[in-house]
């Protein structure tokens, strides 16, 4: 087993997920359709294109790295390239090199920056199947991989925060902070990976035609359940991300702590991990994550109850209810991911085992695919819906309508909670033979 600072070295390359994840949803996509004019239904068209042909990288990135070892091993070189992707589209999207952005020049930067993403995540997957062969090894691994995702996002949520609080500075300086500390950031720990972490030089046995590895994908009953699971997740999650500024500027009106809440909410998942990363070592990782999703379930229909029928009315008591209840569903917001990961980490040496060969970044590029389907949705649908079936106009704040309002916070509580739901029923279906 490699040594604890490798495996920290490895965790850490989750930093990409931390500036391609939340911060553009909650940040990013506000602000192209706001500060620079865009609109709420043009900037969720983009975001859902940018997704959609991105989409289409997936198998191929997979079958790239299943293939083309170099000389430092299997996945070092595509980690290697991912890097300077990333950075490019840091600054087109938080350091904008044009004060009137284009619908294309949106649509680029998010499609560089989600093709660097694929590349760089696909390739830690598939990596972290050597890097963890046993069952449990590849929970404490990837639970730590998600720790170090949630670490960033707060700690690059607390960079808006932190000016917000003691700058009182416009949006414009949070986002350009972001992606200074971004840029700084990636080459640092993408080196030090290239130099710490130890590599596999296995590659398949024989060419893959990444669409004919897709097709027997299908039939493994165990991988479209964690598949279809974690579309719903990210789903739940993403849309939550994409309407979080505007839910608690305009219904909640808390807009002077907006980035402090968020911030909690992240701070509150780090703690939470922990509790189930020990639940699937001590029972296993499908229980675990059925656990965790009624878990969220019930902790939102909850949350909704106490805002809608207490704290709305009184709003003395709104700040301190809807930290708490931000504390309360946040516990659970990084529970479900790292078991779904690791789960298809089992599934790809079962893979292995009956096909005498590595085809370990096909099958997580196969999960990747589909997840970007619930990610570009997540985003989009919300944002659509509120430009097609309402007048909602995020530069009227608490001044629109109480029908766009509603909607509004319609979306916000039972998307999720729908997509839990379904993930509850879903997740009890997986088998898995130890």
Known sequence: MISNSSKLSYALLNFSGAAAAMPIVVYILPYFALNFGLGLTAVGLIFTLGRFFDIFTDPIMGTLIDRYPSRWGKHKHWIALSIPILMCSTVLLYLPVNS?????????????????????????????????????????????????????????????????????????????????????????IGITALIKVPDSKDISAKPINPFKAFKTFFFNRNLKIVTLTGILIVTAQG?????????????????????????????????????????ALRINKHKAAYYCCIYVFTMSFLSYLGWEYYLIDNPQYMLLGSCVMYVLIGLAYAGVNPLLIAMVGDLAKQDMEKYNQDRSASMYSFLTTFLKFGNAFAASIPYLILGIFSVFDPSLGINNSVESLNLLWSLYIFIPIICYLISIFLIKQYKYKF
């Open 239 to 279: 849309s939550q991300g994409a309407l979080a500024l505007f839910v608690i500027d305009y219904v909640l009106e808390l807009p002077e702590y907006s980035a402090r809440m968020i911030l909690l909410y992240f701070a509150s998942a780090i703690i939470g991990l922990q509790f189930w990363r020990k639940l």
């Open 100 to 188: 009137n952005p284009s619908n294309w020049y949106l649509f680029i930067g998010l499609f560089l920056l989600y093709s660097g993403f694929t590349l760089s995540v696909i390739t830690q997957y598939s990596w972290s199947v050597y890097l963890a062969p046993t069952y449990d090894d590849k929970t404490n691994l990837l639970t730590l991989r998600e720790a170090v995702n949630v670490f960033f996002s707060l700690l690059v949520l607390a960079i808006p925060a932190f000016v917000e609080l003691y700058f009182k500075s416009p949006i414009e300086t949070k986002i350009i902070s972001i992606g200074i500390f971004v840029l700084v950031m990636l080459p640092i």
